[in-house]
Structures are given as structure tokens and as C-alpha cells.
């Protein structure tokens, strides 16, 4: 009677486990079988906003279903992030990754959430680096000219960035540290705020991204320096790189990414890595990347995880030296 009740017993459980397997795949095969969500941290008609959008119609066009992107902007990220890290992991909540929020924010302040341990990282999306650029009324015509005077007016230096904990913010506190002086950060909510102040020469210097660059250096509104990315700007071909002149380490990379709550199912990862990968060939978005002078980086799940851990371990401990923290 027993040996009975344990062998009916093991053939429901496998019964059940059946059903379940079989639900898992049934479920992933038919994904997505409603409008999916993009929780952006960034404001509508930003850099950010737009580039997601874009993969947004690409994606939703090759996976037979709208992809709409929600705009919830604040709190460095956090407000975003928090809510999809809150959602159910099926794959129809999804999050627009700020790098630096998942980098250089966690070694600033306590986080609502684990950076790394409570999402599913996707795929990268697209990375942009910064432009170091000075006010037009700048003496300073070059970067051995921006040294100079940099070091001159040393704890009289100020330079903006558009986030507190922002790439840009950390570039301008790295480049200080490298060269010895104590230039002052003022951070501002966004980009536009800070451009008029940089062109009307309150500040004396300033990273922002290249999109956030091209349009002010060719007005003369602000005159460019140097730039961080790896090789030069096609976009900007004077301006050397911040490697070339030996500052290569100041460079801190702005990259995007899509991913989702933890536990999210592998098959549906999948089919959202190859979404991206094949929207990333897209002519629409490739066009875009050339205007904005980005980098497209759509890759594997490893490649995302790999840039983010490297960039968690050495911004994090970047930020705990130079002494960046929440106000």
C-alpha cells in the first residue's frame, strides 16, 4: 500500500512538473502576445529617449508587437529603475539601462535595490562619450592651453555636468584629480541649463556627450577640447582624444542598455537579445547613430554583464576616491 502511494505520488510530481515545463515553453514561444513597456529614467527628446524609441519601433515591427516607451524621469535613475526591478519578470516591463546608474550611483548612496543582482541584463544598446569643451570666451585654444590655465585658476575652476554622479560629473572630478587641482563641480538637471551657463562663460569647462555637443561647437556657441572616445570623432576631426594627449583613464564612456526584473525566462532574454541585435543593423538606427556620432554595441548577454561589472568595480572605487556622494 505504501510502495502504491509513493509510486502515485512520484507520477503526479513529474505530471506536474511536465504541465509546468510545457506551460514555460508554450508561454515563451507565444512572447509577446501583448504591448511590452520600456521604463525610460531619461526625459522625452533626449539623446536616450529617442535612440530608445527608435529601437522600440524596430524591435516591436520584427516581433509582431508595439513597444511603448514610458518616460519616468528622477532620482538619478533610481525612480526607473526601482519600478522594474519591482515588476513581474515576464518580460513585458522593461528598463532603458543607464550606465551610470548601475556604476557610479551605487558607490554615492544607498540604492532602493541591488544594481546588478536585481535585473536581467539584455542586450547594450549604444555608448556615447563625452566632449570636453570650454566657453568661447576661453583663453584656452588647446588642452595643453586648457592645463595651463586650469592650473592657474586651481581651486577657482569650476566646470558643470548635467546629473550629480553623472559621467560627466566623474570626468571633471578625474581630470581635477589628474591635474592637481581643485576645480569646483556644479551639477544641473540636464544638459541645457548647463550649455547656456558654459556659453555665457560661468563655467570654465564641462563634459557633455557628443549629441549634446555637435550642434553648440559648430554655432560657436562653446568651443571644443578633446573627446573620450577611443578613436576620433569623425564629426569632429580636430579634436584630439583624451588617450592621444595621455589622459585616457579620465574618459568615462556613457552606455545604454535594455534589461528586465531578475529570474526573467531565458527563452524570452533570447528573443529580445536577437530583437536587438538584428534592430541595431537597422538603417533608421544606424542613420541616427552616425547624427548623433555614437557607437551602436548590441551584443550577447556575456558582453553586457562583462561591461558592467568592469565599469562597477572601476568607476565605484573612482568615486570613493575622488570623494562624489548624494546631497
Known amino acids: 500500500m505504501r510502495t502504491q502511494l509513493l509510486t502515485s505520488l512520484l507520477a503526479f510530481f513529474v505530471c506536474a512538473l511536465a504541465l509546468l515545463t ?6 515563451a514561444q507565444s ?10 529614467a531619461q526625459p522625452p527628446g533626449s539623446g536616450p529617449d529617442t535612440m530608445t524609441r527608435l529601437f522600440a519601433e524596430v524591435m516591436g515591427r520584427n516581433l509582431g508587437q508595439r513597444i511603448l516607451v514610458v518616460n519616468q524621469p528622477g532620482a538619478a535613475g533610481t525612480l526607473a529603475a526601482s519600478t522594474v526591478a519591482k515588476a513581474a519578470p515576464d518580460g513585458y516591463t522593461l528598463l532603458l539601462v543607464l550606465g551610470a546608474m548601475h556604476t557610479i550611483v551605487p558607490a554615492m548612496q544607498e540604492m532602493p535595490f541591488d544594481p546588478v543582482k536585481d535585473f536581467t541584463f539584455i542586450s547594450l544598446m549604444y555608448v556615447s562619450s563625452g566632449v570636453l569643451l570650454v566657453p568661447p570666451s576661453s583663453p584656452a585654444k588647446n588642452f595643453a592651453e586648457f592645463v595651463t590655465l586650469l592650473k592657474i585658476k586651481d581651486s577657482n575652476a569650476s566646470y558643470g555636468s548635467p546629473a550629480l554622479g553623472s559621467p560627466g560629473h566623474l570626468q571633471g572630478a578625474l581630470l581635477s584629480e589628474k591635474l592637481g587641482v581643485k576645480a569646483k563641480n556644479v551639477s544641473y538637471r540636464g544638459g541645457t541649463q548647463l550649455s547656456t551657463d ?6 570654465d569647462f564641462a563634459f557633455l556627450s557628443t549629441v549634446q ?8 556657441q562653446v568651443r571644443g577640447i578633446a573627446v573620450g572616445t577611443k578613436a576620433r570623432v569623425k564629426a569632429l576631426p580636430d579634436l584630439p582624444t583624451l588617450a592621444e594627449l595621455g589622459y585616457g583613464d579620465v574618459a568615462v564612456d556613457s ?5 528586465g526584473p531578475k529570474n526573467m525566462p531565458a527563452d524570452i532574454v533570447a528573443k529580445l537579445n536577437a530583437a536587438m541585435i538584428e534592430a541595431a543593423k ?19 548577454q556575456a ?8 565599469d562597477y568595480e572601476r568607476l565605484g572605487k573612482a568615486v570613493k576616491r575622488v570623494g562624489i556622494k548624494a546631497e
Open 22 to 27: 510545457s506551460f514555460t515553453c508554450t508561454f
Open 303 to 310: 558582453e553586457f554583464d562583462k561591461l558592467l561589472m568592469y
Open 198 to 203: 558654459l556659453t555665457g562663460g560661468l563655467l
Open 213 to 220: 555637443s555637435l550642434a553648440p561647437i559648430a554655432q560657436h
Open 255 to 259: 552606455w545604454f542598455g535594455i534589461g
Open 282 to 300: 537597422d538603417p533608421l538606427i544606424v542613420e541616427r547613430a552616425k547624427v548623433d556620432a555614437v557607437e551602436l554595441i548590441a551584443g550577447s
Open 31 to 40: 512572447y509577446p502576445a501583448k504591448p511590452i513597456t520600456i521604463v525610460c
